[in-house]
């Protein structure tokens, strides 16, 4: 091999001028002029591959690491197939990541394969299997050579909330923040926490870690954040007086939002960062290769394989009463007859109706496009409907959050489920229809304007 033109190439690639060292690199491989010793052929390969990804060119990268693996006797292959893996993912052909992450990971001579679980578990999430993806994060946190263990557990506590495990996250996120991190980091992780701490029911826990996540003024909450925010601070309030939670009790206005409502099964909220090692030049030859770990103890707890693959669902059980009214006594009827009339009139002004409100918005979601007068308030336009139609996504499974009702109007407010692995929330505003509700409005809500 021409080392001088190698070196001249490794130099060029230091001052990240990769255009030239990718020059220089290709015209030591064409340089016949001088033999090739034993895996000096994939080297090279090796490093041109680092510079076309310097230069986004992904699918080029992926064959110049192969050309790298053709070679037998270079012994990187861990660190080519992880990087094949990361080129890939970043072509979001994950299903190809994930295989080449886990022939780095099966390969045994490969010095740093926490890299490869890293890359693993986000291209697990992307896939939608967030229990795989756990698995992953957690080796990668548990791997002595991983320099920052943080980002793993910080990934490895957004798998648990999407497996509706938040007790397990918040210890994830506990673990993470033990470690040195960016500022930017901590906050988040703090506001991570804050949400699984909302899931698991500790609001004043929560309110605490929203507060550390929001206490230097340069971090923003995300909108699902920001409403588990304010809804661990409303049950903090209630819990502080007595008066006031049975005032909140008997005002049925308000919001109450579900906790879990960021977090679909296999879903990852979009806000948070996709950590993944950016340090493609992994080989110890190579510049800018990161030391190994010191060993340090990553005082992480242990959960088995098996646990984190199966999902807590609990059902709600319902209380059913049985009564027997004796019919015998005309007093007796007359006083029921009496009730009823009541119990009807004071559903009337709480809003209650046949159909209700939830009822009516559950139409509309079921099939926007042919919702009709059954569903739309009367005298509307078609107009008028096909406008408030246009940005309702079609969802089965749509989720009412809450109700502020009168005797006459209501607004609810509703997320749905894009299909695609988002959501979207609505305000949806109906009015009285004799008995029943029909809407007179539909707009896209974002919670975080309205604080």
Known sequence: MNTTLFDQATVRYKNKDYRGALRTYTACLQDNTVPFSMGEVGLIYHRIGNCLVKLKNHNEAIQA???ALSDAAYDA????QNNIGMAYAS???YANAADHFQAAIDDESYDAPYKAYMGLGNAELKLGKSAEAGVAFREAALDESNPDPSKALLNLGICFMSLDRPEDAI??????LQFDMTPDTRN???ASMGQAYVANGQMSEAVEAFGRATADATYVLSDSASVDYQHALSEVQKMASAAEALQAAADMSGLDVPVDGAYGTGAIDSTQPFFYDEE???HADFPGYADAYDGTDTSFFETTDAQLEQLSRSMAKKDRRNRNVGLKVLVVVIVLVIAAMGAAVFGYMRGLGFPSQETVV?????DPKAAGEDVFAS???SESIASMVAPVVQDSAVEVNGVNTTATDSVAYVTADTGKGGQVMYKVTLVRDFIGWKISGVDLYFPSQNQ
Do not use: C, I, P
Request: proline residues 0%; charged residues 25%.
């Open 379 to 381: 005298g509307l336009s």
């Open 91 to 93: 072509l979001r052909d």
């Open 188 to 190: 988040r992780v703090n």
């Open 171 to 176: 210890l994830s996120y506990e673990s993470a």
């Open 65 to 67: 690491y192969t050309q």
């Open 362 to 366: 559950q139409q509309l979601f079921n």
């Open 280 to 282: 493609l030049e992994d």
């Open 77 to 80: 292959r861990g660190s080519l």
